[in-house]
């Protein structure tokens, strides 16, 4: 009888043992399976919201920011938002459904091979325009897409580039061309962006331009002086004569003599 208890309780002990084994040994193994797929990392990628046309400039309403697994992207063409080069001015180079992944092969940056060609419009050329002197303080902030406009002084009666300022009576500045797009700016060398004085340091823009405002452009710098400006202040420049500013001036100095 003692016999048959001591084999029950060696039943039940390895009974006991096994379910304990069972429950713990089991389920940690199961544990870190489920784990490994709460912590499946996402990434940051963007998706386009509407149809894109070649040569449209990358703004922010044409994208939207998306979080996926990295498991879901499998198959398709992206890049990562924080592998994106977007610089401003950035054009799409081909035509982009709704809906798709952006990669950097459809992004052209200025200075990129392709984005002069993408940038133009029909019948515009590229100019390249040099900025030198006073010029460089209004056009230091400058990048692709802004718009320029060119003030020009000449004289009714003599070639500025050639006789200077000797007859300031009958000088007259104006906007020969308005809303000109810039599509690239060059900063001069290290040693000119580091010159504390203006009229030392140097930019070069192209700027886009059809054939008759290059051809205005080219004749207004061989008969006087040519000013850049950001198109946003040219209503102050659209005309003026130096005699309404000369008439104000002595008139002054009359009133000031009579006193």
């Known amino acids: 009888m003692n016999r048959i208890i001591i084999l029950l309780l060696v039943a039940l002990s390895i009974f006991s043992t096994l379910i304990y084994i069972?429950?713990?040994?089991?389920?940690?193994?199961?544990?870190?399976?489920?784990?490994?797929?709460?912590e499946e990392p996402k990434v940051s990628i963007l998706v386009t919201q509407k149809a894109i046309k070649r040569s449209q400039p990358l703004t922010p309403n044409?994208?939207?920011?998306?979080?996926?697994?990295?498991?879901?992207?499998?198959?398709?063409?992206?890049?990562?938002?924080?592998?994106?080069?977007?610089?401003?001015?950035?054009?799409?180079?081909?035509?982009?459904?709704?809906?798709?992944?952006?990669?950097?092969?459809?992004?052209?940056?200025?200075?990129?091979?392709?984005?002069?060609?993408?940038?133009?419009?029909?019948?515009?050329?590229?100019?390249?325009?040099?900025?030198?002197g006073i010029g460089v303080v209004q056009t230091a902030t400058l990048t692709p897409g802004d718009k320029v406009s060119f003030v020009s002084t000449t004289s009714?009666?003599?070639?500025?580039?050639?006789?200077g300022y000797g007859d300031i009576g009958d000088l007259v500045s104006r906007v020969i061309i308005s809303g000109a797009r810039v599509l690239q700016v060059i900063k001069g060398s290290s040693e000119d962006t580091d010159s504390e004085d203006a009229e030392d340091?140097?930019?070069?823009?192209?700027?886009?331009?059809?054939?008759?405002?290059?051809?205005k452009l080219e004749m207004a710098q061989k008969i006087g002086d040519v000013n850049i400006i950001?198109?946003?202040?040219?209503?102050?420049?659209?005309?003026?004569?130096?005699?309404?500013?000369?008439?104000?001036?002595?008139?002054?100095?009359e009133l000031r003599g009579k006193e």
């Not at 069972?22 to 709460?38: A, C, F, L, R």
């Not at 070069?204 to 290059?214: D, F, K, P, T």
């Not at 003026?240 to 000369?246: A, E, G, Q």
């Open 156 to 163: 009714s009666k003599s070639n500025l580039v050639e006789n």
């Open 62 to 132: 044409f994208y939207d920011k998306k979080y996926v697994h990295i498991s879901d992207l499998d198959g398709y063409y992206y890049t990562l938002e924080d592998d994106l080069i977007v610089e401003p001015g950035a054009l799409f180079k081909e035509d982009i459904s709704e809906g798709t992944y952006l990669t950097q092969d459809m992004i052209s940056n200025p200075g990129d091979r392709d984005y002069m060609y993408l940038s133009l419009n029909d019948g515009e050329l590229p100019y390249f325009y040099e900025v030198t």
């Open 230 to 253: 950001p198109s946003e202040i040219e209503n102050r420049y659209l005309s003026i004569r130096s005699s309404d500013l000369l008439e104000t001036q002595f008139g002054v100095r």
């Open 201 to 215: 340091k140097k930019y070069s823009l192209v700027i886009a331009l059809n054939m008759r405002s290059v051809l």
């Open 22 to 38: 069972n429950m713990n040994y089991m389920s940690s193994d199961e544990e870190p399976q489920e784990v490994q797929k709460k």
